[in-house]
DNA sequence: TGTACATCAGTGAACGCGCGTTCACTGATGTAC
DNA sequence: TGTACATCAGTGAACGCGCGTTCACTGATGTAC
């Protein structure tokens, strides 16, 4: 016999969501299909969750937030401050490569989680101390990099291809800031970070 | 009085679905829908398509394929090789940014168009004469920047603003590949290039 | 040039399906006295 | 400790909807003689 209140059927359906979403991709999903899963009929979602959508904005609050304590970990794991920036990316990169129905689902959010990758990643810059404004350089590279090789369009072939793959783009472009003259980066952008990362020139 | 023959309805469902896509987002529209815009019943749109996969699988590959000769055409326009990539970089990024939906549906796609925007790349960094895996790195590059602006995760106002970062995310690129050594691109690896864009290592 | 006929490209009704959401309900839990 | 009762968290039936796809059909077009 199986208790009639279920305990914690909130977090039981964002886990049924998200398996299902590994499992048959974005769309492959529905709110009544999580809640067989679960073992719960369809409406019981409505006390936990104002609409289907709700509940997708939940999921990838949560799953953006835990990406970005995984980024904060790795980069504390390394001591050289250009070797925490190309952890933290191998880390974002080999998430989107192993769960890439998630990550787009991650990526095409509206949330904005505690701990959002892009913060991990200007803490480490800054501790770096490279110019204003090469945070956005570097996360459109490993983005670029994990939504590629997500989607499929670039392959690689095993993790230490990637790990390489990741420190290359990295390096490249840590190198390439380093070296850049100064009037290609003029007056210091206001950046400022709202519900997206935005700046404004 | 309208033909009872359409005349060239394949192309016509086609651009309905487009620009449905273009309004609605890559889910918001559906087969029915494209059919009673151009005019016609649901199920005529089965004389030209297998299924409605088979549609979408047709509208990428001719998106693709435009994106690529806009991305020959500007580069063509320019004589300095390095600013012949800039130039391509831009027409891939602008047109993510102006079509975000519809350039998420080619993103997605598992098509191989004749010009695809890698080869058009390629072509270029070739003139250029970086080393062999440079073209990865570039397009992992310009790739990010143009998703993180079409799915509004990094936001720049207005076009020159995208422009300059285009340039910069290019040229660092490009001065860090230069400047990097050569132990951190050991043996040339072996590019093949399939449906997908594919390196093994 | 005219006729017969095969083929092409539409129609429109119908199908079954799974979906998100609502509603009145009821059993379980927690609290006050 | 026991009882009364409000609140919480489920049920399950029902709703209307738009979807992709099929089918037998028919009008228009192109071809052979």
């Known amino acids: 016999v199986v208790a009639y209140h279920h305990g914690d059927l909130r977090d039981a359906l964002l886990d049924a969501a998200e398996t299902l979403i590994r499992e048959r991709g974005v769309a492959g999903w529905s709110l009544r299909e999580a809640s067989v ?80 990758p892009h913060d991990v990643l200007s803490v480490e810059l800054a501790r770096l101390g490279t110019r204003p404004g090469a945070d956005f350089v570097i996360w459109a590279a490993i983005h670029g990099l994990a939504v590629l090789l997500a989607d499929g369009l670039m392959r690689l072939d095993g993790g230490r291809a990637v790990d390489r793959e990741v420190e290359r783009v990295v390096r490249a472009v840590l190198t390439g800031l380093a070296h850049e003259g100064d009037d290609e980066w003029p007056v210091p952008w206001s950046v400022h970070t709202e519900r997206v990362r935005s700046r404004r020139v």
């Open 37 to 116: 899963r679960v073992g719960v009929s369809p409406s019981a979602a409505y006390h936990h969750f104002s609409s289907r959508d709700a509940l997708v904005d939940a999921l990838s609050d949560r799953v953006l937030a835990r990406l970005g304590e995984r980024m904060s970990r790795a980069a504390s794991r390394v001591r050289d401050p250009a070797q925490r920036v190309v952890a933290l990316a191998r880390t974002y990169v080999h998430w989107a490569v192993d769960d890439p129905a998630v990550s787009r689902l991650a990526f095409g959010a509206n949330s904005a989680p505690s701990a959002h």
